[in-house]
């Protein structure tokens, strides 16, 4: 067999071949043998390995035996229970839907597997296995309905129905995250077809937000008069700005009882 130039010899391979005369003990004739590699170059490998590991000790104020010993010593009895309770708190983890801390960890491996184990030692133990809680996604409230602000009369009452386009459009605001961050999104939507008719995206969940989004809508449909116009008792569809801009477009403002999301399902729907 050719041998092969000592500078080719990668790290993982020099490390290996020293493995093979100290942690398995076999002698350096044996190894270069088995490698096909001068007993030499195997030599100043395992010189080279030792010299660090000593001056480690140095550096540790520990003694070359005493390292030694330590590295043949048997793993304790706590090490080995550590190595078990790893997997048992991993599988916690996944049975809980990732969203558990220790303390609810801990009455689940006690209620499952039967275990008793410190809160403090799931801690440690989640910590080494870098597991974390899902984050739930914070609500963010889109609707506020306890304003002194003029409501308008139901005049929907869940009848979502219509013979024609531009008979009934229905407005609501939700919210999604972008490129940008969080973003607001207030659209207008025909009940005839289920279009989309307007829409208008912002930082900030504002009357002039979904006065953008109904503006863009007349722009593209240019409705008939008498349209119904309808959504909930949000305090950006009730200020006297907004319902003068209904007014001025010949819509009939209607709006959903306090506290039902049923009379205003068909928008609502549209939202993710």
Known sequence: MKRIPQGSYSKEFREEAVKLVIDQELSIPGASRRLDIPKSTISNWGKAKKAGKLALCNQMDLSESGYYA????????????????????????????????????????????????????????????????????????????????????????????????????????????TGEGWLYLAAHKDIFHGEVVGYALGKRMTKALVMKSLFRAVAK???????IHHSD??????????MKMLKQFEMKASMSRRGNCYDNAPITHLFP
């Open 221 to 227: 449909k240019h409705p008939p008069a008498g349209l």
């Open 70 to 177: 330590w590295r043949s010593r048997p793993r304790s009895r706590h090490q080995q229970d550590d190595t078990k309770l790893k997997v048992i708190v991993k599988a916690a983890h996944k049975r809980t839907r990732e969203t558990c801390g220790p303390e609810r960890l801990q009455r689940d491996i006690i209620e499952n597997e039967g275990v008793q184990v410190s809160v403090h030692r799931i801690k440690r133990l989640r910590k080494e296995l870098g597991i974390r809680c899902r984050r739930k996604k914070k609500f963010k409230a889109t609707t506020n309905s306890n304003n002194s602000l003029p409501v308008a009369p139901n005049l929907v009452d869940q009848n979502f129905t219509a013979t024609a386009p531009n008979q009934i459009w229905l407005t609501d605001i939700t919210y999604i995250r």
């Open 233 to 242: 008792r949000g305090s950006q569809y009730c200020p006297h700005r907004y």
